[in-house]
């Protein structure tokens, strides 16, 4: 019992880095092994160990992603200082109502079939584990220490430094 609440903590505190950022840049594994990034909108209101996005089944990444479901999501605030790593697996699905629970203007602009649009998948990524870099010192004071790094050859404390691991073991 005392494993799942971790868990939910973990997801809470993944959720709280990422919910205002919502645009990832999900990189995928192209069929030659190269890797692509796009940017994505994340959909929902909470996060449970999935991530969810609207995608068109004619977008290379939908066929990157049937070919090898590897995917890795950044997400970054720079004004908060604050980026993210998650790395999961993504899967296409088609879920109607999974995909009304979603909707939103946001996702009619780019299908304006709305639900029923026949381009329109679900991608839900199962996070494996994120990390975060958070660093809360004043600008001016990290600028310091980066010219500092430089001058010293010692790299700057890049502020916190958190892995989150989602995998039940």
Known sequence: MGHSHRIDDDHQELWEKIGDVRVAMMTTVDADGT??????WTQGDDFDGRLWFFISNAAP??????RDGRVELSYAAPDKDLYDSVVGRGELVEDKEKARELWNTFAEAWFPGGVDDPHLELLRVDVDEAEYWEDKKPKVLQFAEIVLGAVTGKPPKSGEKKELDFDEA
Request: hydrophobic content about 60%; overall charge positive.
């Open 35 to 40: 890797l692509r990034s796009r940017p994505m």
């Open 61 to 66: 990444a939908a066929q990157a992603l049937a």
